[in-house]
């Protein structure tokens, strides 16, 4: 009875010792989206910018600061919104679209809560000669956020300009 009651007990641990070792199904590895955070989830379709009623016609243009990484300067320069900007001495053309003096993303829309200068943010698209090289948001307060990358230029939001 003893060797019967051992026997169904080792018969019992090499079961589940079987089941304990099936190998995990591992999940798909998906190639990193570059500027992406880990883990974070980036809902599906294009966004939505949503300039609220208190925001629209209140700015006329934003001041970018534009670095020269060779030459170890910068240029403040003040550019329209939904204008274009050419980089003295390049053919880096900076397209300024929306300025977003408090930006907020829910979902696929991006907006701005408030009218004040919480989280500016402005679109822009930037091109070498004809080519499309970034198109994304400058930010003020966190320009290391998605920053636009470049050999030889950078670009920072610096302000909002207020129409007078």
């Not at 007990?9 to 591992?26: D, F």
């Not at 243009?61 to 390049?90: F, M, Q, R, Y």
């Not at 397209?95 to 829309?109: A, H, Y």
């Not at 470049?150 to 939001?157: Q, V």
């Amino acid at each position: 009875m003893v060797k019967k009651y051992l026997a169904l007990l080792a018969l019992a641990a090499l079961v589940v010792s079987l089941g304990a070792c099936k190998k995990k199904e591992e999940k798909p590895i998906t190639p990193a989206t570059p500027g992406a955070v880990p883990g974070l989830m980036m809902p599906a379709g294009e966004p939505q910018i949503v300039v609220p009623d208190t925001v629209k016609g209140q700015w006329s243009a934003v001041v970018i600061t534009v670095e020269d990484k060779t030459a170890n300067t910068t240029e403040d320069v003040t550019v329209k919104l939904n204008s274009t900007h050419t980089i003295k001495g390049s053919n880096i053309k900076v397209e300024v679209g929306d300025f977003l003096p408090d930006f907020k993303m829910d979902g696929i829309t991006i907006t701005s809560t408030s009218n004040e200068m919480n989280n500016p943010a402005v679109r822009v698209v930037v091109f070498e000669g004809e080519t499309e090289i970034f198109k994304g948001w400058l930010y003020s307060k966190f320009p290391a956020i998605h920053p636009f990358q470049h050999e030889k230029y950078g670009l920072l939001l610096k302000k909002g300009v207020t129409k007078s």
